[in-house]
């Protein structure tokens, strides 16, 4: 796949087949990944791959938790609402998503839902927990990198005709991925990455979220032109 084809082609992927991935393929993948760029090369990044049972007790623990209305313990600075131009946007993707899957706008209980498959991590067959070495902690740079890999990451599945969708939704209530992905103290959780084989026939796969164009997001300064 040529890179242009990669990074037009390339949406998050919500609904997958249940097959498994190659534990080598997805070696493959966070090899490449890992030739993201880093704050003074210093790669504070570090992965935990998670199928199978555990990640059926992380989707469960999630679940249960998230109904019985336990408080978020992300364990990064979130803003909280958006408002403006940013809440514009949120809203936009959310209509886009809601509209291929034909959930209306006062349907609660398939919006639940909806909300619930995030906590699930979409279903995906795996799981990628992208953390960073805590003694970072602090840092801005650390979960800008972070950024950098997981973002190269869901690139490279998809070069691999793989599908993902970067989350915070499986990482909301971390002391369950914690216990369950087996992650020590010495790390901080920074997101979730849903990945397996795109499921074609899932409506909100489709999806193309739109991006505004260079001349509202850029500035040149001391160009002729
Ligand atoms: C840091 C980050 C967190 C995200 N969290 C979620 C999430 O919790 N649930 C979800 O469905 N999508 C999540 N997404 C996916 C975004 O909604 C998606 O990237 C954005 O709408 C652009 O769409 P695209 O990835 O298809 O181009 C997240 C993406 C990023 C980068």
């Known amino acids: 796949m040529q890179f242009d084809d990669v990074i037009l082609g390339r949406r998050s992927i919500r609904g997958y087949k249940p097959d498994p991935v190659p534990r080598a393929l997805i070696e493959e993948i966070i090899a490449l990944a890992m030739r993201a760029p880093s704050s003074m090369n210093v790669q504070p ?9 555990p990640l059926d007790r992380i989707r469960a623990g999630n679940t249960e938790r998230n109904l019985a209305g336990v408080p978020h313990s992300r364990e990064f600075r979130a803003h909280g609402a958006y408002t403006g131009q940013h809440r514009d946007r949120q809203i936009g993707v959310a209509k886009q998503l809601f509209s291929a899957m034909g959930i ?28 960073y070495d805590r ?5 801005d740079d650390a ?27 499986g990482i909301m209530q971390s002391p369950v991925v914690r216990e369950h992905a087996g992650i020590a103290d010495d790390q901080v959780i920074m997101k979730s990455i849903a990945l397996g084989w795109p499921d074609e026939a899932f409506p909100a796969n489709a999806v193309v979220s739109e991006r505004r164009s260079v001349a509202e997001a850029t ?3 001391g160009f002729d032109d």
């Open 45 to 53: 990044w570090n992965f935990y791959v998670i199928t199978g049972e």
């Open 104 to 131: 209306a706008r006062d349907d609660k209980e398939r919006r639940q839902d909806w909300v619930l498959r995030g906590f699930r991590q979409f279903d995906a067959p795996v799981c990628v927990i992208v953390t």
């Open 135 to 139: 003694v970072l902690h602090g840092s």
């Open 143 to 169: 979960p800008f990198d972070c950024g950098a890999v997981a973002t190269a990451l869901v690139n490279a599945a998809w070069s691999r005709g793989l599908g993902a969708v970067i989350n915070s939704q």
């Open 219 to 221: 500035v040149f300064v």
